[in-house]
């Protein structure tokens, strides 16, 4: 049994970082004696409520006696960070020395007083239910629920402001981290922040080009470097892998200023997890989700290259408006493509009008006519009819045969979208955005997934003062 600990809500728009929050929670349990056991977790949560800053990501750690073979997953400060592949119940002493200074750090290290900042820090024995996960990172979770969830398993609880920060703080430690990819991610001298950051963009594409595993570390379409944030965070670079062995072996490829820090999170980025199918006509707002529909009519361009259309996704269902906007560059491309009719698979997320944006575009059956109208050819004559008037349909000129407004012959599309899930340019994507296929590439020795899944959902109820003297 190890003692979990989540902590969310530090920084703001203006500076600050949760996850530099949570290396120095590693280097003080290390200074009480505690081992890290497992990787630690950056998970992100729902990226569409209103209150998040930046990527909505949450932190959490897993702490105790360390058992099995250490393997080496960062450096703070130049001293070595270990994790272990499992671990027992810490001494009480330790444990509850260390939660007392925890707290402090994470006040240190919160951006106080900004709006918006509510830091929060949870720890607890067992690890939370899995549902609660789920219900953080695709809805909107009620804060007092968490709080009373967290009472019942007699949780040690500290928050400054709001009871926002602790959804997110325990939503992070009962993340199940079956579908895991991860982060190694280089902090600078934090005298250095707030100046322009020094990483070497050529040392970046060329690490992606010999490790496949990474991912979203550059966008070549508009030329934009990934992996440097661009807020006065102390964050330096971060490679995101699909593999952990990928990560290790690229980060010190990087060239840039010199590096403080960096700590090897595992991670649900990539996952795919805030997306469910939903029923567009009941689709709240503030969620993701993904549905199947026809097109009705036909793209409408707007100002700014943004395209708009209706699908619907029912036989006697309305019209579901949704809009491809132009920074994620490959959606509008395909959407101007798109012709009455086409059978689609739709990925969004709604925010306060119904309007679904789009996240990413599957063309499942596309017709095989195009948009353009032309009249009929009169069987006897062979001359094209004349149109007369608008719903009036159509007479031959010649024998005045007439036709209805739907005689009307649809001409072969010119270009039709490209088959497949289409996602938006790198640049535009989400972190919570689904990956595609898994590239080929060379197998490595560090394999945290299951081994050191520290986190497993435990349902034993946890009884009093158990955080801090051991208890079952």
Excluded at 181 to 207: F, L
Excluded at 333 to 348: F, I, Y
Aim: hydrophobic residues 35%; contains cysteine; glycine residues 10%.
């Amino acid at each position: 049994m190890t003692l979990r600990v989540g902590v969310d809500d530090t920084d703001s728009p203006r500076g600050g970082c949760t996850t530099f929050v949570l290396t120095e929670l590693l280097a003080g349990a290390a200074a009480h004696g505690l081992d890290l056991i497992g990787a630690p977790r950056l998970v992100r949560l729902n990226p569409n409520v209103p209150w998040k800053t930046r990527g909505n990501a949450a932190l959490s750690a897993a702490f105790g006696v360390g058992r099995g073979s250490a393997r080496p997953i960062g450096s703070i400060r130049g001293r070595p960070v270990r994790a272990y592949p499992s671990g027992r119940t810490p001494p009480a002493g330790p444990a509850a020395a260390f939660l007392d200074d925890a707290w402090e750090i994470v006040l240190r290290g919160a951006r106080r007083g900004e709006a918006g900042t509510d830091p929060a820090l949870v720890a607890v024995r067992r690890a939370l239910p899995a549902r609660l996960y789920w219900e953080a990172v695709r809805e909107i979770v009620d804060p007092d629920r968490v709080r009373s969830m967290l009472a019942d398993r007699s949780a040690w609880v500290r928050v400054d402001g709001s009871d926002r920060g602790i959804v997110g703080a325990a939503a992070a430690i009962a993340w199940p981290g079956r579908r895991a990819t991860w982060e190694a991610i280089s902090y600078r001298d934090p005298a250095r922040v707030g100046r322009p950051r020094r990483v070497d963009v050529g040392s970046v594409r060329a690490a992606q080009r010999e490790e496949p595993a990474l991912f979203l570390c550059h966008d070549p379409r508009t030329r934009r470097m990934l992996v440097a944030p661009h807020t006065p965070c102390p964050i330096l670079f971060g490679l995101r892998s699909r593999t952990a062995a990928a990560a290790l072996r690229a980060r010190p490829r990087i060239r840039s200023e010199p590096v403080e820090r960096w700590v090897l999170f595992r991670t649900n980025q990539g996952s795919g997890d805030h997306l469910v199918r939903r029923d567009p006509a009941a689709w709240p707002p503030g969620r993701s989700g993904w549905f199947d529909g026809r097109l009705v009519g036909e793209p409408i361009r707007l100002p700014g290259g943004h395209v708009t259309f209706s699908v619907r996704s029912g036989p006697s269902g309305p019209p579901i408006p949704c809009i491809a906007f132009e920074p994620t560059k490959t959606l509008p491309a395909v959407a101007r493509r798109l012709v009455d009719g086409d059978l689609l698979r739709l990925w969004g997320s709604r925010g306060d009008r119904p309007t679904i944006r789009l996240e990413a575009i599957e063309v499942r059956r596309a017709r095989t006519e195009g948009a353009a109208r032309r009249p009929p050819i009169c069987p006897a004559c062979r001359r094209s009819a004349r149109s007369l008037g608008r719903c009036r349909g159509y007479r031959c000129p010649t024998c005045r045969h007439r036709w209805p407004p739907d005689a009307a012959r649809r001409l072969p599309r010119p270009a039709p979208p490209p088959p497949g899930r289409v996602d938006p340019t790198p640049s535009a994507r989400r972190h919570l955005a689904p990956l595609g296929p898994e590239p080929a590439g060379p197998p490595g020795p560090y394999h945290f997934e299951g081994s050191c899944d520290a986190h497993r959902d435990g349902r034993a109820r946890i009884g009093a003062r158990s955080i801090l003297a051991g208890g079952a």
